[in-house]
């Protein structure tokens, strides 16, 4: 089988980028980095089709493997149709995330906290809410609405200790 | 042959379709909603029945959907494991849907927006995952898988407050990472053979070279096993399914972890048949049950301990399906069945006991077996057919498990049957530990007491019963604790129908002749044949199978028992007994 070798790399660049986004607390950015993994997947469904050729109307005189497999291209519409509709909802759902919460973050699990805490497992340094990100967006009043929301435990804990985003920002180099 | 009931199974999946499509036609009218609803599914599950019925005795059918002959055309294959499959789910969909209306009915338009959506959504997803069951080639499962997922997504976060969106943005980007990795794969696939028809596929496959196979083995099963929640990819499952409605809960504990298990047999049946990589599945069996109940220990809600327990079970599954043979198989088919009634049934309990009582976590809870025995024999038996005790189904489709383990007689699979001997027992804990705090336990016992338990005398919590468990509601649950007591009345032929459809798996060839037709079959029929009776044991007993049949054979238990403790007595007897062959 010949494969484009621009397809190619442009794939696993997709991909490569996808992967790391996908890796990152920021909900946006995994959005990010699903948009570019599906699109990714679908340009390698679209190389298994091998070499381009004809377009794959039955005409004299024309072997088979002169024609381009047309299979390929069916199965990545449907994909591209249902990598679309997963955008939209993922995009709902952290919109949703934002308006109520006011966040744009995967939020640990409060019951899976309680067990750790209840059997002795947590660890401070392991489990405790590390604040990632600071944004200008991110404001105890509700800019549109003008009411004030609940300050969420991650910036309770940033104002308890002062100078929260550089230790916690040390704190992860550390780790890595 | 102009008239035959098989040809009409795409209606399987075009009827939920055409019933979500007039559900969301009549969004102002919530009673035509319903109605149609209800209709549809009611239509699909006898359309099941009747199907199951033909299968039973005539065995695989496929369907080529617009006369496209099977390779090149959509095709979608009904054989008795699909058929059982389809029946099950379809019954188990059927009450809940009819629990979410009495819900709903009770709790007078809590979460509806300005649409409502969940019926509609509801038949969304029965329509996928009837999809899935019956697809006849790889794309195909992965359109189905992504119906259902969808309608999951919206099922899940329904409503839209903040813990549900908080768990359904895990829930969603893990499903579409797993989809993704699916995709992937059936983009290689075709790469390598070609074809994306299972049947195609599966001929074509040992043509490949044994690396390339094993990656694709390897990277479906992965795919597979993040939908199945198989234990180091089921972190995602306790995290999300608890914070959904109890009947939506219930739904997807039953049915969409299951979907991935089928996916899984399908694979290792069809298209990479062997013992290349049965010992790596045994050991993330292991790891998964004992992984799963440790985990369900922990919790003290009931929702969050059933879901750790699911995780659990599905380890059996994985079990009876490296086992690679046909009495692994035939158990494995039992215990799915099994496992989806009894996984829905204690969620909708569960949803009971959350309506009750106003909390799911056992230490608030208190008092419930004195306040309604109803409920507690409903939360009772699930509970003990979940533990695996005699004479529940449970216990049936576990036996079968360790039996199919013990014939193999390796170190593994006596590891294996060791440790589902112990999840067996763990979970027996982790569901008495309800009991005994949330339905033995006086009210007045508990610490920090719901008020709505603590009541002025037995007669005032009995009347308020009437108020908060509505008979809509409790019927239902019932009819599928009935459901899965028919599981230990009816274990004779369900696991005679089993032991066939994990034949007819297992042979391939009247899989693959339904599909691509005799003539293709016949070219490398003898090829199947031995590769078969190579890899696969005891395929052929001239007993009718009776010797294996393990839940009629009764004077095999004492040895099952003491068999967990020592190695002494691993040789199974291999005596053919007519009598017992006959009875069923």
Redesign the interface.
């Known amino acids: 089988m010949t494969i484009n070798l621009t397809l190619l790399i442009v794939m696993g660049a997709m991909l490569a980028i996808g992967i790391y986004l996908m890796l990152e607390r920021s909900l946006t950015r995994v959005l990010l980095g699903i948009i570019l993994i599906s699109n990714g997947v679908n340009l390698l469904i679209l190389q298994t089709a091998g070499r381009a050729g004809e377009s794959p109307i039955v005409r004299d005189g024309l072997g088979a493997e002169e024609y381009l497999d047309p299979l390929p291209q069916a199965l990545l519409l449907t994909a591209i149709v249902i990598a679309f509709a997963m955008v939209a909802i993922l995009l709902a759902l952290i919109y949703r995330s934002w308006v109520i919460a006011r966040q744009d973050e995967v939020t640990d699990d409060e019951e899976d906290r309680r067990v750790a805490t209840t059997i002795g497992a947590h660890d401070p340094e392991e489990d405790d809410d590390v604040g990632t990100e600071t944004s200008e967006f991110i404001d105890s009043v509700d800019p549109v609405t003008g009411s004030v929301r609940a300050v969420n435990p991650a910036e309770r804990n940033r104002e308890a200790s002062e100078e929260p985003t550089s230790s916690s920002d040390a704190h992860q180099a550390g780790e890595s | 042959m102009q008239f035959d009931v098989v040809n009409f199974v795409p209606l399987a999946v075009l009827i939920p379709f055409f019933g979500a499509a007039f559900a969301f036609a009549f969004y102002r009218n919530q009673a035509t909603q319903k109605a149609i609803t209800i209709g549809a599914l009611i239509i699909t599950v006898v359309l099941e029945i009747v199907l199951l019925s033909e299968v039973w005795h005539g065995g695989t059918h496929a369907v080529q959907l617009a006369g496209w002959p099977a390779p090149f055309g959509i095709s979608m294959v009904i054989d008795r494991f699909a058929a059982l499959m389809l029946v099950v789910s379809s019954i188990i969909t059927l009450a809940v849907l009819l629990y979410a209306v009495g819900q709903g009915a009770a709790e007078e338009k809590n979460d509806s927006g300005p649409v409502s959506i969940f019926y509609p959504t509801f038949l969304i997803l029965v329509a996928g995952v009837s999809n899935a069951f019956l697809a006849g080639d790889l794309?195909n499962l992965y359109?189905g898988f992504?119906i259902f997922l969808?309608a999951s997504?919206?099922l899940l976060?329904l409503g839209?407050?903040?813990a549900r969106?908080?768990a359904?943005?895990?829930y969603?980007?893990v499903s579409?990472?797993s989809?993704?990795l699916f995709?992937?794969t059936?983009?290689?696939m075709?790469?390598a053979t070609g074809t994306?028809n299972l049947a195609d596929l599966a001929l074509k496959i040992t043509e490949l070279d044994h690396g390339t196979q094993l990656m694709l083995h390897v990277m479906l099963l992965v795919a597979f096993g993040i939908k199945a929640a198989v234990f180091p990819l089921a972190f995602w499952l306790p995290?999300s399914y608890?914070t959904a409605p109890a009947p939506v809960t219930a739904v997807f504990a039953g049915l969409l972890t299951k979907v991935g298990i089928y996916a899984m047999i399908r694979t290792e049946t069809l298209l990479f048949p062997g013992e290349r990589i049965n010992t790596v599945l045994m050991v993330v069996a292991a790891l998964t049950m004992i992984v799963g109940i440790l985990g369900a220990l922990?919790?003290?809600?009931i929702k969050?301990m059933l879901s750790f327990t699911l995780i659990s079970h599905i380890g059996y599954l994985v079990f009876g399906l490296a086992l690679s043979s046909v009495i692994g198989m035939a158990a494995t088919i039992y215990y799915v069945a099994h496992h989806i009634t009894i996984q829905t049934t204690l969620f909708l309990v569960t949803g009971l006991i959350e309506r009750r009582a106003g909390t799911s976590n056992v230490d608030k809870l208190g008092g419930l077996a004195r306040i309604s025995p109803v409920l507690a024999i409903l939360f009772f038996l699930p509970a003990m057919n979940l533990a695996g005790i005699p004479p529940f189904s449970g216990f049936v489709g576990k036996l079968g498990m360790m039996q199919g383990g013990i014939a193999e007689n390796t170190w593994i699979t006596w590891t294996l049957v060791f440790a589902s001997v112990l999840t067996s027992l763990l979970t027996l804990l982790a569901v008495a530990r309800i009991w005994a705090r949330g339905f033995w336990r006086k009210a007045e016992d508990v610490e920090k007491p719901e008020r709505i338990l603590i009541q002025k005398s037995l007669a005032h919590a009995r009347a308020a019963n009437k108020r908060l468990l509505p008979a809509a509601m409790v019927a239902p649950t019932a009819l599928l604790v009935a459901m899965s007591l028919a599981f230990t009345v009816f274990a004779g032929p369900l696991m005679n129908f089993s032991r066939a459809a994990a034949q007819d798996m297992y042979e391939r060839t009247p899989y693959l002749e339904a599909v691509l037709g005799e003539d293709r079959v016949d070219g490398v029929r003898d090829e199947l044949v031995e590769f078969t009776t190579g890899y696969v044991i005891d395929l052929d007993t001239d007993d009718d199978g009776a010797a294996e049949f393990a839940p009629v054979r009764t004077s095999l238990q004492p040895d099952m028992e003491t068999d967990d403790r020592g190695f002494t007595r691993v040789e199974i007897d291999e005596q053919a007994d007519p009598a017992e062959g006959g009875d069923q």
């Open positions: 794309f359109v992504e969808t997504y919206v976060t839209g407050g903040e969106i908080r359904g943005v895990t969603v980007v579409i990472l989809s993704m995709l992937i059936i983009g290689l075709y790469a994306v995290d608890p922990a919790q003290s809600d969050r």
